[in-house]
C-alpha cells in the first residue's frame, strides 16, 4: 500500500491518523495492517521504532467501531511489559479513536484500584495493561475475559526477560478462543515460539530485518575507560560521565543517561545531583506518579538529565534529547540502537556517547558487529579543565578491534561498583541496604 487511504479502515479513522500526520505506512503497517483487518492472526516480528504500535492500534479500533462494552468485560485486551509502553499505547489509542465513541482503561501498577475499577465497571471497548495488574483485577473478581475478540501481546521478548511467560498463558486461557490475536516480538526465543504454535491460529508471519542502524544524524563515540584501582572504579566512571558532560559544554541542552542496573540508575542520578547536575532516575521501581512526573518534567524542561535503565525507557517518546549517555554498554546489542534512537529524532542532530570498560568489551563487539561500523574513539586526556570531577581515568591507547574482540585481561565480572553486589544479591538487593550503602557510596 502506497498510502494509509488505500487500507479499508474507517473513514473516521483515516481522518485522525492525516490529522496526525501521517501519510505512507512502515514496512510493518504495510504488512501486518491488511491481514489484521481480514480478521487474521498474526505474528509480527520487529524492533521498537518500526511503527508496530498502529499496525495492531489501526485494525482493531476499526473492528472496534461496530458493537458496544458492557460492564466488566473488555472487548480488545492490549498487553505490555512496561507501565511506560502500555502509557504510549494508550496515547495511540486516544489519537486514532478520537473521532469514534470508544472508551479504553489503562491498568498498570501505581494507580490506585479503586479508580481502574470504576472505569472497568462502565464497560470498556479497549484494555491495556501490564500483566500483573491486570490478573490482579482478575483474581479480585473485578474483570471477566470472556467477551475479548482481539488480543495482542506486545515486546512479548521484554515480557520473557522480565519472567510474564506464565502470566500471558494464563491470561491467555481466560480469553475466548475464537479471539484474533495479534502477537509481536523482536525475536523469536523458543519459549515465545512455544507460546505461539499453541495460541495463535494459522497466524499470517510479518518479519522486518531487526534495526541495525542508527539515525544518520546521531554522531557515535565511545570512550575506552580504565580505571585506576578496581575498588574506585564505581566513583571514577561517575567522574568520567560528569567529565563528558561538562566537554559538551552547551550543546547539551538534555540528556537521557543508560544504565544496565537499576542499583547503578539511583547511584548514578544521586552522584549527578551531588555535583550539581539536575538529574532524577527512572527505573521501574519507582512509583507510577512518580515515573510520570519525572518524565513530564524532563519533556518540559525543568529536568536536565534522565538516568534510565532499559527497561523503564521502552515507550520513551521525547522528541527534542540532545544527547544520549551509555553510562553502560547494554548487554543485548539491539539497546544499543534503541538507547541512542532517543536523541536525532524528527530530523534533528543528535549526539551518543558510551563508556566502554574492560568487562564491556564482548557486549562492545557485539554493538559493532549489529551495526556494521566502528565506533569513533575519542580520547579527552589531558584537558584539566573539568572543574567539578579534575581529570578522568581513561585508556589513552588506541585499542585495536583484535584486542576488544579477545583481550588478555578479559573475564566476565558480575556486578558494578556497588557495595550491594559484593552482597551477592545483584538487582534483587533489598531497598534499605542498597539505599543504605548507596549514602556511602555515592562520589
Keep these: 500500500m502506497e498510502l494509509f487511504s488505500d487500507f479499508k479502515l474507517n473513514p473516521k479513522i ?36 518500526t511503527g508496530k504500535t498502529a499496525s495492531f492500534t489501526l485494525p482493531m479500533i476499526n473492528l472496534l467501531a461496530r458493537g458496544r462494552a458492557r460492564a466488566r468485560m473488555p472487548r480488545s485486551l492490549v498487553l505490555c511489559p512496561t507501565r511506560e509502553l502500555a502509557a504510549q499505547v494508550a496515547e495511540n489509542f486516544d489519537t486514532y479513536a478520537k473521532n469514534l465513541k470508544l472508551t479504553k482503561a489503562l491498568l498498570i501498577g501505581g494507580v ?11 464497560g ?20 471477566l475475559l ?11 521478548d521484554r515480557m520473557l526477560d522480565m519472567g510474564f511467560i506464565p502470566d500471558i498463558e494464563r491470561i491467555f486461557k481466560l480469553t475466548p478462543f475464537t479471539r484474533q490475536t495479534l502477537f509481536f516480538s523482536a525475536t523469536m526465543a523458543p519459549e515465545i515460539e512455544r507460546i505461539t504454535n499453541t495460541f495463535l491460529s494459522a497466524p499470517i508471519r510479518v518479519e522486518i530485518a531487526r534495526q541495525a542502524t542508527a539515525s544518520e544524524n546521531i554522531e557515535q563515540s565511545v570512550v575506552m575507560f580504565k580505571p585506576k584501582r578496581k575498588d574506585t572504579e564505581g566513583s571514577e566512571k561517575r567522574k568520567l560521565l560528569r567529565r563528558l558532560i561538562d566537554l559538551e559544554g552547551k550543546k547539551c541542552a538534555n540528556a537521557i543517561v543508560f544504565c544496565n542496573r537499576k542499583t547503578d540508575v ?41 538516568v534510565a535503565s532499559d527497561v523503564a525507557a521502552r515507550g520513551l517518546d521525547i522528541p527534542s534529547v540532545s544527547h544520549v549517555f551509555n553510562f553502560d554498554v547494554p548487554i543485548q546489542a539491539e539497546d544499543y ?32 558487529a549489529l551495526i ?8 579527552i586526556s589531558g584537558g584539566e579543565n ?36 559484593v552482597i551477592g544479591l545483584g538487582e534483587h538487593t533489598p531497598g534499605f541496604l542498597a539505599q543504605s550503602f548507596t549514602d556511602r557510596l555515592v562520589g
Excluded at 512502515?26 to 489484521?36: D, E, G, L, M, V
Excluded at 534503541?338 to 557485539?366: L, P, Q, W
Excluded at 556494521?372 to 580520547?379: A, L, Y
Design 266 to 306: 539511583d547511584i548514578c542520578s544521586k552522584s549527578l545531583n551531588k555535583y550539581g547536575y539536575q538529574a532524577a532516575p527512572i527505573h521501574g521501581d519507582l512509583d507510577q506518579a512518580k515515573r510520570t512526573d519525572t518524565l513530564e518534567n524532563f519533556r518540559d524542561g525543568g529536568l536536565r538529565i534522565l
Design 372 to 379: 556494521q561500523k566502528e565506533i569513533p574513539r575519542i580520547d
Design 146 to 156: 470472556t467477551g475479548v475478540q482481539v488480543m495482542v501481546v506486545d515486546e512479548a
Design 386 to 421: 573539568d572543574t567539578r570531577s579534575n581529570n578522568s581515568s581513561v585508556d589513552q591507547t588506541k585499542v585495536d578491534q583484535d584486542k576488544i574482540a579477545k583481550p588478555k585481561n578479559y573475564k566476565k565480572v558480575k556486578g558494578s561498583d556497588s557495595k550491594a553486589d
Design 14 to 49: 483515516l481522518k485522525a491518523v492525516q490529522e496526525a500526520g501521517y501519510e505512507k505506512p512502515t514496512p510493518i503497517q504495510n504488512k501486518a495492517i491488511p491481514a489484521a483487518l481480514e480478521g487474521k492472526d498474526v505474528l509480527g516480528i520487529a524492533q521498537t521504532g
Design 124 to 143: 470498556v471497548d479497549v484494555l491495556i495493561a501490564t500483566p500483573g495488574r491486570l490478573i490482579d483485577h482478575f483474581e479480585r473478581g473485578k474483570l
Design 112 to 122: 490506585s484500584f479503586k479508580e481502574q475499577d470504576t472505569l472497568i465497571d462502565k
Design 337 to 368: 540502537v534503541h538507547r541512542i534512537g532517543r536523541t536525532g529524532r524528527a530530523g534533528r542532530e543528535g549526539r551518543a556517547i558510551m563508556i566502554c570498560s574492560n568487562k564491556d568489551y564482548k557486549n562492545f563487539v557485539n554493538v559493532e
